[in-house]
């Protein structure tokens, strides 16, 4: 074998390991959720609660949607990576009382690659809900 | 050889590398809006309805605090050993009766069901309503065990000479007990072994005995 082919194979090697090497070393993907808060807004319309789930949900992920209708029922996803699909969901639900409304958060996230975990996300959906209720 | 040459082959070998790993696209797949709504009924009850609906699908439903009513349950994938279904069932005490939300989350595609269908047999078995069979867990292929007749995993021992062993791997590796390597391939219930040349030995019906070509084994299970 020649100088250049052993550096040829050498190369080759090299290009392998670096790529076999970072596969391995890659943790398995865990599916997190989370029951996130449960609170009850007094002297507040269920509207108000939608209003605020849907700017919070486009805060935090994106594309927030209402499902069905009226039926205070919103879910938003993550934008989607190049390597995957949208690692990150959410759903927030407003249920009106009389005059006030109750409004969970529940939170999904795929770790790794999603760098927030699901009760990190459902913090924040939580406080970018509150900010938009004031 | 130039530089640029020898960036290339590395380039090439990172492609091939990372071309052999097939991962599947992996997403988070959630599903809300079932809700159910009962006049009658206090928080207690929806809880109880809550937990066992989740166990039917989803081991060891907790509640996230004594009294809240908001349970929640995951399923532990065995080939990835991490969870990858995952669903909540919150209850919430209305004037008369209760509220119930349920919301499902899978990891797909190495969940073999999607997270609708999980909710909507959850709350299905919650308030009734059909339930349709979702597709099993995938499990880890366990390592054959006992006599089996369709291979030769195990120790087998010889029936002329106790103090040799050899022990059969799944890959159709032998060893014997002085370290001494081999093969086997079972088709039916002939045993080829190459082990100090090739040997045809037939395996008993009951999976224990192999013999023929001067081997006298049997298998300890």
């Not at chain 1, 805060?59 to 949607?65: G, K, P, S, T």
Request: net charge neutral; hydrophobic share 40%.
């Amino acid at each position: 074998m020649t100088r250049i082919s052993r550096c040829r194979v050498t190369l080759l090697a090299v290009g392998l390991i670096a790529a076999f090497g970072s596969l391995a070393t890659r943790a398995p993907a865990a599916l997190d959720m989370n029951v996130g808060v449960s609170k009850v807004v007094q002297n507040q319309p269920v509207s108000a609660c939608d209003s605020s789930a849907k700017t919070a949900l486009n805060a935090v992920l994106q594309n927030a949607v209402e499902l069905g209708g009226d039926t205070g029922e919103w879910i938003a996803f993550g934008a989607p990576d190049s390597a995957n699909g949208s690692t990150a969901a959410a759903a927030i639900n407003c249920y009106p009382l009389g005059g006030a409304y109750v409004v969970t958060f529940t939170c999904a996230a795929q770790v790794p690659p999603s760098a927030d975990s699901a009760a990190a996300l459902c913090t924040k959906l939580s406080a970018a809900f509150d900010s938009g209720a004031r | 050889m130039n530089v640029k040459r020898g960036l290339w082959l590395i380039a090439v070998a990172i492609f091939l590398g990372l071309l052999s790993h097939t991962a599947a696209i992996a997403s988070v797949d959630l599903s809300a809006g079932i809700r159910y709504v009962s006049d009658t009924g206090s928080l207690s009850d929806c809880s109880a309805k809550a937990r066992a609906a989740l166990e039917t699908y989803l081991p060891g439903a907790s509640e996230s605090s004594p009294g809240s009513g908001e349970w929640f349950a995951s399923g532990q994938n065995l080939l990835t050993g991490a969870p990858s279904s995952a669903a909540t069932v919150r209850c919430y005490p209305l004037a008369k009766g209760y509220m119930v939300t349920f919301v499902c989350a899978v990891q797909l595609p190495t969940n073999p069901y999607g997270a609708y269908p999980l909710c909507l047999d959850i709350a299905h078995k919650f308030y009734g309503g059909a339930i349709t069979p979702l597709a099993a867990m995938p499990t880890a292929t366990p390592m054959p065990s006992g006599c089996a007749t369709t291979n030769l995993v195990g120790t087998w021992v010889s029936d002329n000479d106790p103090k040799l062993s050899f022990t059969m791997e799944l890959n159709g590796d032998l060893t014997d007990s002085e370290g001494v390597s081999g093969n086997w391939i079972i088709d039916g219930s002939t045993v080829t072994l190459t082990y100090y040349g090739n040997h045809t030995l037939k395996l008993s019906p009951d999976g224990k005995r192999l013999s023929g070509a001067g081997y006298n084994l049997t298998r300890k299970c």
